[in-house]
T-cell receptor, first 114, second 117 residues
């Protein structure tokens, strides 16, 4: 079974600064998908960024980028130029290609301070 | 983009009654939908996988007779909490993946906050 670990329950960052959220996972699969989801106070889950394990290039979406280290089974999220609207819970998630279910980490609560 | 509509957003019911939560994919067909439960300040725990036209697959520890799932069409899955008790109070979220697969990732409903009094 896959496990996903987010070792930072809470983090804070000043507006306009950069913050990195950590995620590690454990799997015996060679091909899989990784995701970061954001859950703001509204509780709506929003996809932030995704990465296919067979791609060596790190995914980037505007201010959001990942550092995917397959050998280390690490998938961190970097948020640049943090904005107040980035305040939310962030969940790292894993998915096998053949399976449909997502396995979530415990989440990191990010507070962006003005 | 893919949209999942979940209703109701909030519901309060008396202990012993049943509550139905609907999850609809509005602009895509979803052969598979997922139901999660989220306790305050915790992660999402998968309860069951809802398959169109067949029985749902429940995760270990989830009572299938208490949490009835029906996936009668490619756009609708329902979760019925039967004989609800206060310990069933929680935030329930559904999600679906478009048939075209990974490109869409997963889309989540806006969740239902259930309070059993």
């Amino acid at each position: 079974a896959q496990t996903v670990t987010q070792s930072q329950p809470e983090m804070s960052v000043q507006e306009a600064e950069t913050v990195t959220l950590s995620c590690t996972y454990d799997t015996s699969e060679n091909n899989y998908y990784l995701f970061w989801y954001k859950q703001p106070p509204s509780r709506q889950m929003i996809l932030v960024i995704r990465q296919e394990a067979y791609k060596q290039q790190n995914a980037t979406e505007n201010r959001f980028s990942v550092n995917f280290q397959k050998a280390a089974k690490s998938f961190s999220l970097k948020i640049s130029d943090s904005q107040l609207g980035d305040t939310a819970m962030y969940f790292c998630a894993f998915m096998k290609p053949a399976g449909n279910m997502l396995t979530f980490g415990g989440g990191t609560r990010l507070m962006v301070k003005p | 983009g893919a949209v999942v509509s979940q209703h109701p957003s909030r519901v309060i019911c008396k202990s012993g009654t049943s509550v139905k939560i609907e999850c609809r994919s509005l602009d895509f067909q979803a052969t598979t939908m997922f139901w999660y439960r989220q306790f305050p300040k915790q992660s999402l725990m998968l309860m069951a996988t809802s398959n169109e036209g067949s029985k749902a697959t429940y995760e270990q520890g989830v009572e299938k007779d208490k949490f009835l799932i029906n996936h009668a069409s490619l756009t609708l899955s329902t979760l019925t909490v039967t004989s609800a008790h206060p310990e069933d109070s929680s935030f329930y979220i559904c999600s679906a993946r478009a048939q075209t697969g990974f490109a869409y990732g997963y889309t989540f409903g806006s969740g239902t906050r259930l309070t059993v009094v």
